[in-house]
Protein backbone atom coordinates (compact mmCIF):
# COMPACT_ATOMS: atom_id res chain seq x y z
CA UNK A 1 0.00 0.00 0.00
CA UNK A 2 1.18 3.62 -0.78
CA UNK A 3 0.38 6.49 1.31
CA UNK A 4 -0.70 9.26 -0.99
CA UNK A 5 -0.95 12.80 -0.43
CA UNK A 6 -2.60 15.44 -2.43
CA UNK A 7 -3.83 19.58 -2.03
CA UNK A 8 -7.29 20.01 -1.98
CA UNK A 9 -8.95 23.48 -2.92
CA UNK A 10 -11.61 23.43 -0.55
CA UNK A 11 -13.07 27.07 -0.68
CA UNK A 12 -13.40 29.20 -3.42
CA UNK A 13 -10.62 31.58 -3.83
CA UNK A 14 -11.38 35.71 -2.62
CA UNK A 15 -8.06 38.04 -3.80
CA UNK A 16 -5.19 36.41 -2.98
CA UNK A 17 -5.05 32.80 -2.05
CA UNK A 18 -5.01 31.94 1.84
CA UNK A 19 -3.42 28.54 2.97
CA UNK A 20 -6.68 27.69 4.53
CA UNK A 21 -7.82 27.78 0.99
CA UNK A 22 -6.31 24.47 0.64
CA UNK A 23 -6.13 21.19 2.37
CA UNK A 24 -3.87 18.13 2.12
CA UNK A 25 -5.28 14.89 1.87
CA UNK A 26 -3.67 11.65 2.92
CA UNK A 27 -4.88 8.03 1.36
CA UNK A 28 -4.17 5.13 0.83
CA UNK A 29 -3.73 3.67 -2.75
CA UNK A 30 -5.19 0.94 -4.19
CA UNK A 31 -3.16 -1.59 -5.50
CA UNK A 32 -3.19 -0.56 -9.57
CA UNK A 33 -5.74 -2.46 -12.10
CA UNK A 34 -4.95 -3.77 -15.87
CA UNK A 35 -3.67 -0.44 -17.88
CA UNK A 36 -3.04 1.52 -15.09
CA UNK A 37 0.60 2.72 -13.49
CA UNK A 38 1.89 4.06 -10.34
CA UNK A 39 3.62 7.26 -10.64
CA UNK A 40 6.07 9.01 -8.09
CA UNK A 41 5.94 12.46 -8.55
CA UNK A 42 9.00 14.63 -8.66
CA UNK A 43 8.41 17.82 -9.63
CA UNK A 44 4.96 19.94 -9.71
CA UNK A 45 4.51 23.38 -11.50
CA UNK A 46 3.01 26.35 -10.21
CA UNK A 47 1.39 28.78 -12.57
CA UNK A 48 -1.00 31.59 -12.66
CA UNK A 49 -4.02 29.80 -14.04
CA UNK A 50 -4.37 27.86 -11.35
CA UNK A 51 -5.20 31.58 -9.61
CA UNK A 52 -7.36 32.03 -12.65
CA UNK A 53 -9.55 29.23 -12.97
CA UNK A 54 -10.27 28.78 -9.52
CA UNK A 55 -13.87 30.39 -10.11
CA UNK A 56 -14.78 27.97 -13.14
CA UNK A 57 -14.60 24.50 -10.56
CA UNK A 58 -17.05 24.08 -8.18
CA UNK A 59 -15.21 23.27 -4.58
CA UNK A 60 -13.88 20.92 -3.32
CA UNK A 61 -11.65 20.08 -6.23
CA UNK A 62 -8.08 18.56 -6.18
CA UNK A 63 -5.49 21.37 -7.05
CA UNK A 64 -4.47 20.40 -10.61
CA UNK A 65 -0.94 21.43 -12.47
CA UNK A 66 1.27 19.73 -14.52
CA UNK A 67 3.80 17.64 -13.31
CA UNK A 68 6.74 15.15 -13.99
CA UNK A 69 7.00 11.90 -12.31
CA UNK A 70 8.25 8.27 -11.96
CA UNK A 71 6.46 4.94 -13.39
CA UNK A 72 6.78 3.14 -9.56
CA UNK A 73 4.38 -0.22 -10.91
CA UNK A 74 2.97 -0.44 -13.92
CA UNK A 75 0.26 -2.89 -15.73
CA UNK A 76 0.70 -0.88 -19.48
CA UNK A 77 3.49 -2.62 -20.82
CA UNK A 78 4.23 0.70 -23.01
CA UNK A 79 5.55 2.56 -19.56
CA UNK A 80 7.57 0.34 -17.81
CA UNK A 81 8.71 0.85 -14.37
CA UNK A 82 11.24 3.66 -14.53
CA UNK A 83 9.58 5.85 -17.63
CA UNK A 84 9.16 9.55 -16.82
CA UNK A 85 5.58 10.78 -17.90
CA UNK A 86 4.25 14.36 -17.47
CA UNK A 87 0.41 14.46 -16.25
CA UNK A 88 -2.13 17.16 -15.06
CA UNK A 89 -2.57 15.46 -12.05
CA UNK A 90 -1.27 18.21 -9.81
CA UNK A 91 0.12 18.84 -6.44
CA UNK A 92 -0.08 15.01 -5.41
CA UNK A 93 3.18 12.99 -4.20
CA UNK A 94 1.71 9.65 -5.44
CA UNK A 95 -1.43 9.11 -7.82
CA UNK A 96 -2.17 6.05 -9.69
CA UNK A 97 -3.40 6.57 -13.30
CA UNK A 98 -3.95 5.29 -16.94
CA UNK A 99 -1.68 6.90 -19.39
CA UNK A 100 -2.37 8.07 -23.04
CA UNK A 101 -5.76 8.12 -23.31
CA UNK A 102 -7.09 10.98 -25.90
CA UNK A 103 -3.45 12.23 -26.88
CA UNK A 104 -5.35 15.90 -27.59
CA UNK A 105 -7.02 16.32 -24.15
CA UNK A 106 -4.81 18.38 -21.16
CA UNK A 107 -5.82 14.96 -18.68
CA UNK A 108 -3.71 12.46 -20.65
CA UNK A 109 -0.74 11.41 -19.16
CA UNK A 110 2.47 11.49 -21.85
CA UNK A 111 6.19 10.41 -22.03
CA UNK A 112 8.52 13.14 -20.79
CA UNK A 113 9.53 14.44 -24.25
CA UNK A 114 12.91 13.56 -25.44
CA UNK A 115 15.12 15.70 -23.54
CA UNK A 116 18.64 14.65 -24.26
CA UNK A 117 20.01 14.78 -21.07
CA UNK A 118 18.60 17.83 -19.86
CA UNK A 119 16.63 18.18 -16.66
CA UNK A 120 13.22 16.17 -16.30
CA UNK A 121 11.77 19.36 -14.66
CA UNK A 122 11.92 21.34 -18.04
CA UNK A 123 9.07 18.81 -19.01
CA UNK A 124 6.45 20.87 -16.77
CA UNK A 125 8.57 24.20 -18.21
CA UNK A 126 10.69 25.45 -21.85
CA UNK A 127 9.72 21.63 -23.00
CA UNK A 128 6.28 21.82 -21.63
CA UNK A 129 3.17 23.67 -21.56
CA UNK A 130 4.73 27.00 -20.69
CA UNK A 131 7.41 26.58 -23.80
CA UNK A 132 4.56 25.20 -26.05
CA UNK A 133 2.37 28.40 -25.15
CA UNK A 134 5.23 30.60 -25.96
CA UNK A 135 6.30 29.22 -29.53
CA UNK A 136 2.76 28.76 -30.59
CA UNK A 137 1.43 31.71 -29.14
CA UNK A 138 3.88 34.25 -30.39
CA UNK A 139 4.64 32.54 -33.70
CA UNK A 140 1.39 31.68 -34.53
CA UNK A 141 -0.93 34.78 -33.78
CA UNK A 142 2.36 37.36 -34.12
CA UNK A 143 3.66 36.14 -37.12
CA UNK A 144 6.61 37.90 -36.41
CA UNK A 145 9.38 38.90 -39.44
CA UNK A 146 12.67 39.72 -38.87
CA UNK A 147 13.82 43.10 -38.14
CA UNK A 148 10.51 44.13 -36.45
CA UNK A 149 9.81 45.35 -33.04
CA UNK A 150 8.62 43.37 -30.19
CA UNK A 151 7.19 44.02 -26.56
CA UNK A 152 6.59 41.43 -24.13
CA UNK A 153 5.11 41.55 -20.44
CA UNK A 154 5.75 39.24 -17.70
CA UNK A 155 9.19 39.31 -19.74
CA UNK A 156 11.40 37.31 -17.23
CA UNK A 157 8.77 34.45 -16.23
CA UNK A 158 8.27 31.23 -17.50
CA UNK A 159 6.31 32.11 -21.10
CA UNK A 160 7.77 35.94 -21.10
CA UNK A 161 11.72 34.94 -21.06
CA UNK A 162 10.59 32.07 -23.98
CA UNK A 163 8.87 34.67 -25.82
CA UNK A 164 11.77 36.99 -25.79
CA UNK A 165 14.53 34.66 -27.10
CA UNK A 166 12.26 33.53 -29.88
CA UNK A 167 11.96 36.78 -31.33
CA UNK A 168 15.69 37.05 -31.01
CA UNK A 169 16.24 33.62 -32.42
CA UNK A 170 13.39 35.02 -35.79
CA UNK A 171 15.62 38.37 -35.63
CA UNK A 172 13.72 40.91 -34.17
CA UNK A 173 14.02 43.95 -31.69
CA UNK A 174 13.24 42.81 -28.34
CA UNK A 175 11.79 44.99 -25.42
CA UNK A 176 10.60 43.29 -22.24
CA UNK A 177 8.89 44.78 -18.92
CA UNK A 178 9.55 42.94 -15.90
CA UNK A 179 9.19 43.53 -12.54
CA UNK A 180 12.42 44.26 -11.19
CA UNK A 181 16.21 45.69 -11.39
CA UNK A 182 17.27 41.99 -11.28
CA UNK A 183 15.00 40.69 -13.87
CA UNK A 184 16.33 43.65 -15.69
CA UNK A 185 19.76 42.72 -16.01
CA UNK A 186 19.18 39.15 -16.45
CA UNK A 187 17.17 39.61 -19.36
CA UNK A 188 19.33 42.32 -21.23
CA UNK A 189 22.78 41.07 -20.27
CA UNK A 190 22.12 37.15 -20.16
CA UNK A 191 19.30 36.53 -22.44
CA UNK A 192 19.97 39.55 -25.09
CA UNK A 193 17.19 41.16 -25.16
CA UNK A 194 17.42 44.30 -26.58
CA UNK A 195 15.80 46.86 -23.83
CA UNK A 196 14.27 45.48 -20.48
CA UNK A 197 12.52 48.17 -18.14
CA UNK A 198 11.06 47.94 -14.79
CA UNK A 199 7.60 48.55 -15.10
CA UNK A 200 7.42 49.61 -11.16
CA UNK A 201 9.60 52.23 -11.84
CA UNK A 202 9.56 53.74 -15.25
CA UNK A 203 7.21 56.32 -17.26
CA UNK A 204 5.69 53.16 -19.68
CA UNK A 205 4.91 55.46 -21.93
CA UNK A 206 8.30 57.12 -22.20
CA UNK A 207 10.32 54.20 -21.96
CA UNK A 208 8.02 53.11 -25.07
CA UNK A 209 8.98 56.46 -27.36
CA UNK A 210 12.41 55.97 -26.28
CA UNK A 211 12.99 52.36 -27.24
CA UNK A 212 11.24 51.36 -29.90
CA UNK A 213 11.11 55.16 -31.91
CA UNK A 214 9.61 53.50 -34.52
CA UNK A 215 7.08 51.93 -32.94
CA UNK A 216 5.77 48.14 -32.27
CA UNK A 217 5.06 45.45 -34.48
CA UNK A 218 3.82 42.84 -31.99
CA UNK A 219 2.94 42.51 -28.38
CA UNK A 220 3.08 39.52 -26.73
CA UNK A 221 0.54 40.63 -23.18
CA UNK A 222 1.03 37.87 -20.26
CA UNK A 223 -0.26 40.99 -17.68
CA UNK A 224 -3.36 42.78 -19.32
CA UNK A 225 -4.54 46.10 -17.90
CA UNK A 226 -3.22 49.36 -18.10
CA UNK A 227 0.56 48.27 -19.47
CA UNK A 228 -0.94 46.89 -22.00
CA UNK A 229 -3.35 49.81 -23.29
CA UNK A 230 -0.32 51.94 -23.18
CA UNK A 231 1.87 49.12 -25.17
CA UNK A 232 -1.25 48.85 -27.65
CA UNK A 233 -0.97 52.48 -28.24
CA UNK A 234 2.28 52.51 -29.69
CA UNK A 235 1.68 50.00 -32.06
CA UNK A 236 2.39 50.21 -35.70
CA UNK A 237 -0.42 50.61 -38.10
CA UNK A 238 -1.17 45.90 -38.89
CA UNK A 239 0.27 45.40 -35.59
CA UNK A 240 -0.28 42.21 -33.86
CA UNK A 241 -1.22 41.20 -30.55
CA UNK A 242 -1.05 37.94 -28.73
CA UNK A 243 -3.34 38.25 -25.28
CA UNK A 244 -1.97 35.10 -23.92
CA UNK A 245 -2.83 35.92 -20.07
CA UNK A 246 -4.38 38.88 -17.44
CA UNK A 247 -2.06 38.23 -14.43
CA UNK A 248 -2.43 41.78 -13.41
CA UNK A 249 -6.28 41.02 -12.89
CA UNK A 250 -6.23 37.64 -11.50
CA UNK A 251 -6.59 38.33 -7.75
CA UNK A 252 -9.17 41.09 -8.36
CA UNK A 253 -13.11 40.41 -8.32
CA UNK A 254 -13.89 39.23 -11.88
CA UNK A 255 -16.97 41.68 -12.14
CA UNK A 256 -15.78 44.82 -10.82
CA UNK A 257 -11.73 44.33 -12.67
CA UNK A 258 -9.40 47.05 -12.30
CA UNK A 259 -10.26 49.49 -15.14
CA UNK A 260 -7.70 50.61 -18.31
CA UNK A 261 -7.09 53.37 -20.91
CA UNK A 262 -10.04 52.88 -23.92
CA UNK A 263 -8.04 50.60 -27.19
CA UNK A 264 -10.58 50.81 -29.64
CA UNK A 265 -9.44 53.78 -31.33
CA UNK A 266 -5.65 52.15 -31.59
CA UNK A 267 -7.09 49.07 -33.42
CA UNK A 268 -9.27 51.27 -35.59
CA UNK A 269 -6.94 53.56 -36.70
CA UNK A 270 -3.84 51.21 -36.71
CA UNK A 271 -5.76 48.49 -37.85
CA UNK A 272 -4.66 46.07 -35.34
CA UNK A 273 -5.37 42.09 -34.82
CA UNK A 274 -5.80 41.09 -31.84
CA UNK A 275 -6.04 37.34 -30.76
CA UNK A 276 -6.67 35.49 -27.58
CA UNK A 277 -5.82 32.07 -27.18
CA UNK A 278 -5.55 28.74 -24.65
CA UNK A 279 -2.23 27.03 -25.37
CA UNK A 280 -4.33 24.07 -26.03
CA UNK A 281 -5.57 25.02 -29.29
CA UNK A 282 -2.37 23.49 -30.71
CA UNK A 283 -2.14 20.24 -28.34
CA UNK A 284 -1.66 18.07 -31.26
CA UNK A 285 1.48 20.00 -32.13
CA UNK A 286 2.95 20.54 -28.82
CA UNK A 287 5.85 17.50 -29.74
CA UNK A 288 6.90 19.83 -32.66
CA UNK A 289 6.92 22.74 -30.02
CA UNK A 290 8.95 20.55 -27.93
CA UNK A 291 11.83 19.23 -31.07
CA UNK A 292 12.16 23.10 -31.57
CA UNK A 293 12.89 23.95 -28.12
CA UNK A 294 15.13 20.86 -27.01
CA UNK A 295 17.10 21.93 -30.00
CA UNK A 296 17.46 25.55 -29.22
CA UNK A 297 18.89 25.00 -25.28
CA UNK A 298 21.37 22.31 -26.82
CA UNK A 299 22.52 24.95 -28.69
CA UNK A 300 22.40 27.63 -26.52
CA UNK A 301 20.30 29.86 -28.60
CA UNK A 302 17.49 29.48 -25.90
CA UNK A 303 18.84 29.98 -21.75
CA UNK A 304 16.22 28.57 -19.18
CA UNK A 305 16.47 29.40 -15.61
CA UNK A 306 14.10 27.51 -12.55
CA UNK A 307 13.17 28.97 -9.27
CA UNK A 308 13.12 25.63 -7.57
CA UNK A 309 11.05 25.64 -4.22
CA UNK A 310 11.81 22.44 -2.15
CA UNK A 311 9.39 19.97 -0.68
CA UNK A 312 5.95 19.38 -0.82
CA UNK A 313 4.70 21.11 2.36
CA UNK A 314 6.21 24.34 0.66
CA UNK A 315 4.17 24.51 -2.26
CA UNK A 316 1.46 27.06 -1.46
CA UNK A 317 4.11 29.13 -0.62
CA UNK A 318 5.66 28.56 -4.07
CA UNK A 319 2.31 29.41 -5.70
CA UNK A 320 1.77 32.60 -3.78
CA UNK A 321 5.58 33.89 -4.02
CA UNK A 322 5.00 32.94 -8.05
CA UNK A 323 2.10 35.12 -7.94
CA UNK A 324 4.04 38.15 -5.94
CA UNK A 325 6.73 37.55 -8.55
CA UNK A 326 9.60 36.04 -6.63
CA UNK A 327 10.39 33.82 -9.54
CA UNK A 328 12.88 34.48 -12.40
CA UNK A 329 12.30 31.95 -15.11
CA UNK A 330 9.68 29.10 -14.11
CA UNK A 331 8.25 28.56 -10.94
CA UNK A 332 8.71 24.73 -9.76
CA UNK A 333 8.65 22.55 -6.68
CA UNK A 334 10.93 19.40 -6.00
CA UNK A 335 9.01 17.08 -4.15
P1 LIG B 1 5.32 33.72 -14.73
O1 LIG B 1 6.46 32.77 -14.64
O2 LIG B 1 5.46 34.92 -15.61
O3 LIG B 1 4.96 34.16 -13.26
C1 LIG B 1 4.03 35.14 -12.99
C2 LIG B 1 4.67 36.54 -13.03
O4 LIG B 1 3.66 37.50 -13.18
C3 LIG B 1 5.38 36.93 -11.76
O5 LIG B 1 6.69 36.43 -11.69
C4 LIG B 1 5.33 38.46 -11.81
O6 LIG B 1 6.53 38.95 -12.38
C5 LIG B 1 4.16 38.75 -12.77
N1 LIG B 1 3.12 39.53 -12.12
C6 LIG B 1 2.49 39.26 -10.96
N2 LIG B 1 1.58 40.24 -10.69
C7 LIG B 1 1.68 41.14 -11.71
C8 LIG B 1 1.03 42.38 -12.00
N3 LIG B 1 0.08 42.90 -11.19
N4 LIG B 1 1.39 43.04 -13.13
C9 LIG B 1 2.32 42.54 -13.94
N5 LIG B 1 2.98 41.38 -13.72
C10 LIG B 1 2.66 40.69 -12.61
O7 LIG B 1 4.01 32.94 -15.19
P2 LIG B 1 3.77 32.22 -16.60
O8 LIG B 1 4.89 32.52 -17.52
O9 LIG B 1 3.42 30.81 -16.32
O10 LIG B 1 2.45 32.94 -17.13
C11 LIG B 1 2.52 34.23 -17.73
C12 LIG B 1 1.13 34.59 -18.28
O11 LIG B 1 0.80 33.66 -19.30
C13 LIG B 1 0.01 34.53 -17.26
O12 LIG B 1 -0.88 35.59 -17.49
C14 LIG B 1 -0.65 33.21 -17.55
O13 LIG B 1 -1.98 33.16 -17.14
C15 LIG B 1 -0.49 33.15 -19.06
N6 LIG B 1 -0.58 31.82 -19.65
C16 LIG B 1 -1.51 31.65 -20.64
C17 LIG B 1 -1.61 30.45 -21.29
C18 LIG B 1 -2.60 30.33 -22.40
O14 LIG B 1 -2.82 29.22 -22.90
N7 LIG B 1 -3.23 31.43 -22.82
C19 LIG B 1 -0.79 29.30 -20.90
C20 LIG B 1 0.20 29.60 -19.87
C21 LIG B 1 0.29 30.83 -19.28
P3 LIG B 1 7.00 40.51 -12.24
O15 LIG B 1 8.09 40.51 -11.23
O16 LIG B 1 7.47 40.85 -13.62
O17 LIG B 1 5.81 41.31 -11.79
Known amino acids: MVKARKYVV ?19 LPPISNGEILVKTEWVSVDPYQR ?22 SKDPRYPVGTRVVSHRGWCD ?13 NSTYKLPDLKGLSPSLGIGAVGMPGATAYFGFLEICKPKEGETVVVTGAAGAVGSIVGQIAKIKGCRVIGFAGSDDKVQWLEKELGFDKVFNYKTVDV ?8 PNGVDCYFDNVGGEISSIIIKNMNTYGRVSVCGSISAYN ?26 IVSRWIDRWPEAFADLTKWILSGQLKTREHVTDGFDNIYDAFIGMLAGENTGKAIVRI
Open 10 to 28: KRAFQGLPKREDFEVVESE
Open 252 to 277: EDALEGPKASILQPSIVFKELKLEGF
Open 205 to 212: NKALKEAA
Open 94 to 106: YYVGTPGGTEKSL
Open 52 to 73: AYNSRYPTPYDQFSFQVGVVQD
